[in-house]
């Protein structure tokens, strides 16, 4: 059973910066595209950011583009959200997701709150 566990989050100014990080258990996390989501209360989950298995490719929601940053560690199986320029619109629990492409499974892992505010 695939696993994912996040970390990170919490209480931080707006203007400030936090990552949250998400660690891949019991499976090849090269073989896995890895996003992160956002929830925000009353709003629908939405896709924030994407990094794809090898790395190469990332994709960002124009919400947060030039100011979040997607990366992976494939020795640590851990994908990575930086999130900078803090805004309170970036409130939200932030989930992370792996898919496999090839078996098209999509695994998600528990969600991380994130509060921006002075």
């Known amino acids: 059973q695939v696993q994912l566990g996040v970390s990170g989050g919490g209480l931080v100014q707006p203007g400030g910066s936090v990552t949250v990080s998400c660690e891949v258990l019991?499976?090849?996390?090269?073989?896995?595209?890895m996003s992160w989501y956002r929830q925000a209360p009353g709003k629908e989950r939405e896709l924030v950011a994407t990094?794809?298995?090898?790395?190469?490719?990332?994709k960002y929601s124009d919400s947060v583009m030039g100011r979040f940053i997607i990366s992976r560690d494939d020795v640590k199986s851990t994908a990575y959200l930086r999130m900078n320029s803090l805004k309170s619109e970036d409130t939200a629990v932030y989930y992370c997701?792996?898919?496999?492409?090839?078996?098209?499974?999509?695994?998600w892992g528990q969600g991380t709150q994130v509060t921006v505010s002075p």
């Open positions: 019991l499976f090849d996390f090269s073989l896995i595209d």
């Open positions: 997701q792996g898919y496999r492409a090839l078996a098209k499974i999509t695994y």
């Open positions: 990094i794809d298995r090898t790395g190469g490719t990332t």
